[in-house]
């Protein structure tokens, strides 16, 4: 895929914008579009199962800059969540049942009041899940954080592209490989990863190029096999996910000339199965300013929940939330090709 270059933001892409990346998708002539599939289902308009997850994007400041990245997230980026809207967060959960909080970014461990808010959480009864990318673990800022982690029991769900050096290395950068194994054997070293531990390790996979990962199950068996027999590592699950053709990645499809044949590909696969499953069905996102959507992919293309719903967690209202209508557009064909994709990974089987 080439060479990492720095955020969109940085290079004062046109693609930067989220309304360019809308319009981009839609300057293409497709057989199909998203409502009117879903609606053919019964499933227009999408409304939420149950909110069971609250998922925080704490900022986009990362130490990496990937290549498929949905966030255009960077050492550049300095959008950061405050304690301030952390604690307003922190309030609405206390109003919920809202079993599961998962924090993500950018790097989340970068925030300096991370693992302040791992810890109230925590203190609330909640199972927490950091989306690490490993590579963080390997900063001196951070070197007791698998320690931290592994304390109050917080599930890992780490990216890691391939089990091969050259695909990871493709996509993340030269050396990202070297430092995510080096982060998985540290974690498996407090017994992330180990059957009855309690601390669970997930892998995250997505293609290294235009193409629908393969199924999910298949893909776990061989990353198991080996991830074991080259490196000795252990992890829980693995997650397969779609690459969303926004951002970063939408830049190198149009870049490459793979757009409208991805694009093809994703409405094609579309799978009403998956659609069903879709992870904005139970999930409610906030973004690092507390503005709240529907999931992390609409939050990047500044797509918020629709009103009535609230559009901020200082007017947090659970009943509102729970009943709305979600917003969709194109870049959704991406959730619900094939086997579906979501923060957890396959949406059907």
Not at 102 to 128: H, M, S, Y
Not at 314 to 321: G, K, P, R, T
Request: net charge negative.
């Amino acid at each position: 895929m080439g060479k990492v270059l720095p955020s969109l933001m940085s290079r004062n892409s046109s693609l930067a914008s989220p309304r360019e990346q809308l319009a981009t998708l839609h300057r293409l002539s497709l057989d199909k579009d998203f409502a009117t599939v879903l609606a053919s289902d019964g499933l227009y308009p999408l409304r939420p199962t149950a909110i069971e997850i609250l998922q925080i994007n704490v900022g986009k400041l990362c130490n990496q800059t990937c290549l498929h990245c949905h966030v255009d997230a960077g050492p550049d980026r300095r959008e950061v969540m405050t304690q301030e809207t952390m604690m307003l967060c922190l309030e609405a959960l206390e109003r919920t049942s809202i079993s599961t909080v998962d924090i993500t970014g950018g790097a989340p461990e970068l925030n300096p009041k991370f693992r302040w808010l791992v810890d109230q959480c925590v203190a609330r009864g909640r199972q927490v899940i950091d989306r690490c990318n490993l590579t963080v673990l390997d900063l001196p800022s951070q070197s007791n954080l698998p320690e931290f982690l592994a304390e109050r029991q917080v599930e890992v769900v780490c990216s890691l592209p391939h089990y091969r050096q050259l695909n990871t290395d493709k996509q993340r950068g030269d050396g990202v490989f070297e430092k995510s194994i080096k982060g998985l054997r540290k974690l498996n070293a407090l017994g992330y990863g180990d059957e009855g531990s309690g601390l669970r390790l997930v892998l995250v996979t997505n293609p290294v190029g235009a193409y629908l990962p393969a199924q999910q199950s298949s893909l776990e068996k061989e990353w198991k096999r080996e991830l074991d027999r080259l490196y000795g590592i252990r992890f829980t699950a693995l997650h397969a996910i779609t690459n969303m053709p926004i951002s970063r990645f939408l830049e190198w499809l149009v870049d490459s000339s793979n757009l409208s044949d991805y694009m093809e590909r994703l409405v094609s696969s579309y799978n009403p199965a998956a659609a069903r499953g879709v992870m904005c069905r139970n999930m409610l996102s906030v973004g690092w300013d507390g503005t709240l959507f529907d999931c992390d992919f609409n939050q990047m293309l500044e797509l918020p929940v629709l009103y009535p719903a609230p559009r901020h967690i200082s007017d947090f209202d659970f009943e509102l939330l729970s009943s709305r209508s979600i917003a969709t557009d194109r870049h959704c064909f991406g959730c619900t090709a094939g086997a579906g994709s979501s923060c957890s990974g396959a949406t059907a089987t």
